[in-house]
């Protein structure tokens, strides 16, 4: 069985936007993903996260190709938000007084089954409920 993982916005913005040391790190985790080594969630709040940019500068090519690239994304669930990620969002939220966006994307990792949570914001290394890497 896969290991399981949740990620942050932030890795597939590396991936599509992104050059230097970080996109690589992305590509090479999204890639393990690709082929069924890890097994991933990203919540669709993150599509949402993605697609403002583009839409701002009204790149809707990009949009277009964004939405395909996820939506065809071996091995990655994207996930809305249900009762269960409500609840363990709203706890993290009380517990540590992170900002709703990403209590939704720990609380989705969670809901998953997966056993970290991947990002590059170091401020969400004080989450105890799962263990948080930085890309």
């Known amino acids: ?12 913005i590396y991936l599509f936007e992104g050059s230097g040391v970080f996109a690589r790190r992305a590509e090479e985790l999204l890639h393990r993903v690709e082929q069924g080594t890890v097994e991933a969630v990203f919540s669709s709040i993150g599509v ?5 940019g583009p839409k701002k500068l009204k790149k809707y090519d990009l949009v277009a190709q964004y939405k395909n690239h996820l939506a065809r994304f071996p091995h990655l669930t994207i996930m809305g938000i249900n009762e269960h990620i409500v609840d363990i969002a709203s706890d993290l939220r009380a517990r540590y007084g992170i900002a709703t966006p990403d209590a939704i994307h ?7 089954g997966a056993g970290k949570f991947i990002t590059n914001d ?3 290394r004080k989450i105890k ?3 948080v890497e930085l890309l």
């Open 1 to 12: 069985m896969a290991q399981k993982i949740g990620i942050d916005t932030a890795v597939f």
């Open 48 to 52: 949402i996260e993605i697609l403002t």
């Open 106 to 112: 720990i609380a989705t990792a969670v809901d998953f």
């Open 122 to 124: 170091r401020s969400l």
């Open 129 to 131: 409920e799962i263990s």
